[in-house]
């Protein structure tokens, strides 16, 4: 006796069909990049170094659309910064994360910046300039130490403790 047994068709993944390349012409205000002069296409999420006008980039065709999935070759200008661009927000976790510039690092926000953890530390070699409309300070205790002159100036300067004030030195001026 002879059974035949048959099995059904695994499911496959989907095929990207071809992996193109070109180089970006144009980008438009709705977020469209023009690739060989006739290639319109959009860049995938995952893209986060954004394109310029006059890179090579790697692309895929998705349901009749385009989709750049990397940055290939980049013209060298000195004036172009390379921009990484996300639509979502970005969070990078690891265990440790380092951010150097060797000339300079800046932070920016329209709104907010935070910073939060166990222990802190800002070392600076030149000069530290804080500015703000208002600075409050919470501290259990603070203290502060300058080899030079420490220089307090204000329209109005109150002082208060609840128990003593204590203002040592080998000459007090006062008025």
């Known amino acids: 006796m002879n059974t035949c047994i048959r099995f059904a068709p695994s499911p496959q993944p989907s095929r990207l069909e071809s992996l193109?390349?070109?180089r970006i012409n144009s980008h438009d205000s709705d977020g469209h990049w023009l690739i060989d002069g006739q290639f319109p296409a959009h860049t995938a999420p995952s893209l986060l170094v954004a394109p310029c006008i006059g890179d090579v980039v790697a692309y895929v065709e998705v349901e009749q659309r385009y989709v750049i999935l990397h940055v290939l070759e980049r013209q060298q200008q000195a004036d172009d910064a390379?921009?990484?661009?996300?639509?979502?927000?970005?969070?990078?976790?690891a265990p440790n994360i380092e951010l150097m510039g060797w000339n300079q690092l800046s932070f920016t926000s329209l709104q907010r910046i935070s910073m939060a953890g166990q222990h802190a530390s800002i070392s600076v070699s030149g000069s530290w300039v804080q500015q703000a409309e208002?600075?409050?300070?919470h501290a259990g205790h603070l203290t502060q130490t300058t080899s030079g002159i420490a220089r307090c100036s204000a329209q109005q300067y109150i002082m208060t403790a609840e128990d003593d004030v204590c203002i040592d030195g080998k000459r007090i001026n006062m008025g």
Not at 134 to 137: E, F, K, R, W
């Open 82 to 93: 390379l921009t990484i661009a996300a639509q979502q927000p970005l969070r990078i976790e």
């Open 134 to 137: 208002h600075c409050i300070q």
């Open 20 to 22: 193109y390349y070109g």
